[in-house]
Protein backbone atom coordinates (compact mmCIF):
# COMPACT_ATOMS: atom_id res chain seq x y z
CA UNK A 1 0.00 0.00 0.00
CA UNK A 2 1.22 3.63 -0.84
CA UNK A 3 2.21 5.39 1.66
CA UNK A 4 3.14 9.46 1.00
CA UNK A 5 6.55 10.77 1.95
CA UNK A 6 6.69 13.63 3.47
CA UNK A 7 8.75 15.68 1.12
CA UNK A 8 8.84 15.95 -2.49
CA UNK A 9 12.30 15.79 -2.22
CA UNK A 10 12.46 11.91 -1.12
CA UNK A 11 12.08 11.11 -4.84
CA UNK A 12 15.11 9.56 -6.73
CA UNK A 13 16.58 13.06 -8.74
CA UNK A 14 18.26 10.21 -10.67
CA UNK A 15 15.10 8.21 -11.35
CA UNK A 16 13.79 8.82 -15.06
CA UNK A 17 9.83 7.73 -15.90
CA UNK A 18 8.60 4.74 -18.12
CA UNK A 19 8.96 6.60 -21.72
CA UNK A 20 5.66 8.21 -23.09
CA UNK A 21 4.97 6.29 -25.70
CA UNK A 22 4.33 3.90 -22.57
CA UNK A 23 1.73 6.13 -20.88
CA UNK A 24 -0.07 6.70 -23.85
CA UNK A 25 -0.30 3.30 -24.60
CA UNK A 26 -2.09 2.62 -21.38
CA UNK A 27 -4.10 5.13 -21.38
CA UNK A 28 -5.45 4.36 -25.05
CA UNK A 29 -5.06 0.28 -24.53
CA UNK A 30 -2.88 0.54 -27.98
CA UNK A 31 0.26 1.30 -29.08
CA UNK A 32 1.12 4.91 -29.69
CA UNK A 33 2.02 6.10 -33.39
CA UNK A 34 5.24 6.34 -33.31
CA UNK A 35 5.06 9.29 -36.65
CA UNK A 36 2.63 11.09 -34.25
CA UNK A 37 3.64 10.53 -30.85
CA UNK A 38 -0.27 10.67 -30.29
CA UNK A 39 -2.44 7.33 -30.16
CA UNK A 40 -6.03 7.19 -30.10
CA UNK A 41 -9.24 6.31 -28.15
CA UNK A 42 -11.16 4.01 -29.03
CA UNK A 43 -14.21 6.42 -30.55
CA UNK A 44 -11.44 7.90 -31.79
CA UNK A 45 -9.77 10.51 -30.19
CA UNK A 46 -6.24 11.84 -30.52
CA UNK A 47 -4.70 11.42 -27.13
CA UNK A 48 -0.79 13.65 -26.55
CA UNK A 49 1.21 13.16 -23.66
CA UNK A 50 1.01 16.71 -21.19
CA UNK A 51 3.42 16.02 -18.17
CA UNK A 52 4.98 13.64 -16.21
CA UNK A 53 5.39 13.37 -12.32
CA UNK A 54 6.86 11.44 -9.72
CA UNK A 55 5.03 11.30 -6.49
CA UNK A 56 7.49 10.17 -3.74
CA UNK A 57 5.99 7.56 -1.45
CA UNK A 58 7.39 5.76 2.06
CA UNK A 59 8.99 2.60 0.17
CA UNK A 60 10.10 4.12 -3.50
CA UNK A 61 8.67 6.10 -6.08
CA UNK A 62 5.53 6.31 -8.31
CA UNK A 63 4.99 8.07 -11.70
CA UNK A 64 2.06 9.24 -13.15
CA UNK A 65 1.40 10.32 -16.89
CA UNK A 66 -1.12 12.87 -17.79
CA UNK A 67 -1.97 13.25 -21.20
CA UNK A 68 -4.80 14.87 -23.07
CA UNK A 69 -7.34 14.90 -25.25
CA UNK A 70 -10.33 16.93 -27.13
CA UNK A 71 -13.43 16.24 -24.58
CA UNK A 72 -16.29 14.73 -25.96
CA UNK A 73 -18.43 16.66 -28.26
CA UNK A 74 -16.00 19.14 -29.32
CA UNK A 75 -14.22 19.86 -32.90
CA UNK A 76 -11.42 17.42 -32.39
CA UNK A 77 -9.15 19.48 -34.43
CA UNK A 78 -9.39 22.60 -32.63
CA UNK A 79 -11.71 22.02 -29.33
CA UNK A 80 -12.62 24.33 -26.79
CA UNK A 81 -12.31 22.01 -24.05
CA UNK A 82 -10.18 18.94 -23.19
CA UNK A 83 -10.63 15.94 -21.03
CA UNK A 84 -7.10 15.08 -19.25
CA UNK A 85 -5.94 11.49 -18.44
CA UNK A 86 -3.47 9.65 -16.33
CA UNK A 87 -1.56 6.50 -15.75
CA UNK A 88 -0.10 5.50 -12.43
CA UNK A 89 3.52 3.50 -12.28
CA UNK A 90 5.34 2.36 -9.28
CA UNK A 91 8.59 0.89 -9.33
CA UNK A 92 9.44 -1.90 -8.07
CA UNK A 93 12.28 -4.59 -8.58
CA UNK A 94 13.79 -2.12 -11.07
CA UNK A 95 11.08 -1.75 -13.31
CA UNK A 96 8.38 0.73 -13.79
CA UNK A 97 4.62 -1.56 -12.87
CA UNK A 98 1.43 -0.03 -14.09
CA UNK A 99 -1.12 0.74 -11.05
CA UNK A 100 -3.66 2.37 -12.23
CA UNK A 101 -5.37 4.33 -15.47
CA UNK A 102 -7.83 7.01 -15.83
CA UNK A 103 -9.25 8.02 -19.20
CA UNK A 104 -10.91 10.67 -17.78
CA UNK A 105 -10.24 12.88 -14.45
CA UNK A 106 -11.49 16.22 -15.05
CA UNK A 107 -11.18 18.27 -18.22
CA UNK A 108 -9.40 21.98 -19.08
CA UNK A 109 -10.26 24.63 -20.94
CA UNK A 110 -7.10 24.75 -23.90
CA UNK A 111 -3.81 26.96 -24.16
CA UNK A 112 -4.42 28.96 -27.44
CA UNK A 113 -7.01 29.24 -29.85
CA UNK A 114 -5.81 26.02 -32.10
CA UNK A 115 -7.28 23.87 -29.03
CA UNK A 116 -4.25 22.88 -27.59
CA UNK A 117 -3.56 22.24 -23.78
CA UNK A 118 -2.41 24.87 -21.85
CA UNK A 119 1.64 24.53 -21.47
CA UNK A 120 2.91 23.50 -18.57
CA UNK A 121 5.94 25.04 -16.63
CA UNK A 122 7.97 22.06 -16.47
CA UNK A 123 11.08 23.97 -15.37
CA UNK A 124 9.06 25.63 -12.03
CA UNK A 125 8.05 21.55 -11.28
CA UNK A 126 4.34 20.15 -9.76
CA UNK A 127 4.13 22.05 -5.97
CA UNK A 128 2.90 19.36 -3.81
CA UNK A 129 1.96 18.94 -0.30
CA UNK A 130 1.02 15.12 1.21
CA UNK A 131 -2.15 14.49 3.19
CA UNK A 132 -2.49 12.30 5.68
CA UNK A 133 -0.01 10.17 4.33
CA UNK A 134 -2.74 8.30 1.77
CA UNK A 135 -3.44 11.54 -0.22
CA UNK A 136 -1.82 14.27 -2.34
CA UNK A 137 -2.47 18.08 -3.74
CA UNK A 138 -0.51 18.54 -6.56
CA UNK A 139 -0.48 22.39 -8.21
CA UNK A 140 0.87 22.47 -11.78
CA UNK A 141 1.30 25.97 -13.59
CA UNK A 142 0.03 26.37 -16.47
CA UNK A 143 0.79 28.73 -19.58
CA UNK A 144 -1.93 30.16 -22.13
CA UNK A 145 -1.80 32.26 -24.93
CA UNK A 146 -4.13 35.10 -25.56
CA UNK A 147 -4.92 37.60 -28.32
CA UNK A 148 -1.78 40.15 -28.80
CA UNK A 149 0.76 37.88 -27.14
CA UNK A 150 -0.91 38.39 -24.17
CA UNK A 151 -0.42 34.81 -21.57
CA UNK A 152 -2.37 34.37 -18.70
CA UNK A 153 -1.09 32.20 -15.80
CA UNK A 154 -2.95 29.68 -13.31
CA UNK A 155 -2.49 26.52 -11.29
CA UNK A 156 -4.29 23.42 -12.20
CA UNK A 157 -5.44 21.94 -8.63
CA UNK A 158 -5.15 18.07 -8.25
CA UNK A 159 -6.24 15.62 -6.06
CA UNK A 160 -4.93 11.92 -5.41
CA UNK A 161 -5.86 8.85 -3.46
CA UNK A 162 -4.34 6.00 -3.10
CA UNK A 163 -6.85 3.28 -2.36
CA UNK A 164 -8.04 2.88 -5.09
CA UNK A 165 -5.52 5.11 -7.27
CA UNK A 166 -7.59 8.11 -7.83
CA UNK A 167 -6.24 11.08 -9.63
CA UNK A 168 -9.39 14.54 -9.50
CA UNK A 169 -9.00 17.43 -10.91
CA UNK A 170 -9.82 19.72 -8.71
CA UNK A 171 -9.99 23.34 -10.14
CA UNK A 172 -7.81 26.29 -11.71
CA UNK A 173 -6.80 29.06 -9.65
CA UNK A 174 -5.59 32.50 -11.35
CA UNK A 175 -1.57 33.09 -10.87
CA UNK A 176 -1.10 36.23 -12.86
CA UNK A 177 -0.53 37.67 -16.06
CA UNK A 178 1.62 38.94 -18.67
CA UNK A 179 -0.08 42.10 -20.67
CA UNK A 180 3.03 44.09 -22.05
CA UNK A 181 3.53 42.13 -25.46
CA UNK A 182 0.62 44.43 -26.25
CA UNK A 183 2.61 47.59 -25.11
CA UNK A 184 4.19 50.11 -27.53
CA UNK A 185 7.53 51.54 -26.36
CA UNK A 186 8.83 53.10 -29.36
CA UNK A 187 7.30 57.07 -28.72
CA UNK A 188 9.35 56.63 -25.28
CA UNK A 189 6.53 56.39 -23.58
CA UNK A 190 6.62 53.54 -20.25
CA UNK A 191 4.36 50.39 -20.50
CA UNK A 192 1.21 50.40 -18.57
CA UNK A 193 0.32 47.13 -19.09
CA UNK A 194 1.14 44.82 -15.69
CA UNK A 195 3.11 41.07 -15.64
CA UNK A 196 2.62 39.28 -12.45
CA UNK A 197 3.40 35.98 -11.55
CA UNK A 198 1.79 33.66 -8.97
CA UNK A 199 3.61 31.30 -6.09
CA UNK A 200 1.58 28.88 -4.81
CA UNK A 201 1.46 27.43 -1.34
CA UNK A 202 -0.51 24.41 -0.05
CA UNK A 203 -1.21 25.19 3.40
CA UNK A 204 -1.63 22.94 6.29
CA UNK A 205 -5.24 20.56 6.49
CA UNK A 206 -6.91 21.89 9.60
CA UNK A 207 -6.73 19.43 12.55
CA UNK A 208 -10.76 19.89 13.05
CA UNK A 209 -11.36 18.58 9.71
CA UNK A 210 -8.65 15.41 9.23
CA UNK A 211 -10.48 14.00 5.91
CA UNK A 212 -10.75 18.03 4.45
CA UNK A 213 -8.77 18.86 1.29
CA UNK A 214 -6.19 21.77 2.56
CA UNK A 215 -6.86 24.93 1.34
CA UNK A 216 -4.39 26.91 -1.07
CA UNK A 217 -2.93 29.90 -1.26
CA UNK A 218 -1.58 32.21 -4.21
CA UNK A 219 1.05 35.22 -3.58
CA UNK A 220 1.82 37.58 -6.16
CA UNK A 221 5.32 39.48 -7.36
CA UNK A 222 5.00 41.94 -10.47
CA UNK A 223 3.15 44.54 -11.24
CA UNK A 224 -0.67 44.63 -11.07
CA UNK A 225 -3.29 47.28 -12.48
CA UNK A 226 -4.68 49.06 -9.67
CA UNK A 227 -8.62 50.09 -9.10
CA UNK A 228 -7.73 53.12 -10.15
CA UNK A 229 -6.54 51.99 -13.57
CA UNK A 230 -2.64 52.84 -12.34
CA UNK A 231 0.11 49.87 -12.48
CA UNK A 232 1.46 49.66 -9.34
CA UNK A 233 3.75 46.75 -7.66
CA UNK A 234 1.90 43.64 -6.67
CA UNK A 235 1.38 43.55 -2.50
CA UNK A 236 0.07 40.87 -0.14
CA UNK A 237 -3.29 42.26 -0.25
CA UNK A 238 -3.41 40.53 -3.85
CA UNK A 239 -3.00 36.96 -2.16
CA UNK A 240 -5.65 34.90 -2.32
CA UNK A 241 -6.79 31.62 -0.54
CA UNK A 242 -8.79 29.54 -1.93
CA UNK A 243 -10.98 26.27 0.25
CA UNK A 244 -12.09 22.94 -1.41
CA UNK A 245 -15.75 23.03 -1.93
CA UNK A 246 -17.07 19.66 -1.67
CA UNK A 247 -20.53 20.51 -3.67
CA UNK A 248 -18.53 21.67 -6.69
CA UNK A 249 -15.66 19.34 -6.25
CA UNK A 250 -13.21 22.48 -6.99
CA UNK A 251 -11.00 24.83 -5.21
CA UNK A 252 -13.09 28.32 -4.68
Request: charged share 25%.
Amino acid sequence: MLALAGSPAAADPDLVGPPRETVLAAICGSPARSESGTCRMKDGRPVEFWHGAMIPAAAGTWFTGFATMPAPGEDADAPDRRTVAAATFAFEDARWRLKGVQTEIGRIGTGNRNGDAPEVDEAFGAVTRPVNRVRLVMGLRLTSHGAAGARSFSFLLLHFSRVPVRWSVAGEVPAGSDETAACDTDGGEPCRMGKSEGRLEILPEESFRPLAWPPVRVTLTGTVLGEDGKLRPATGRDARTYAFDEASGAYR
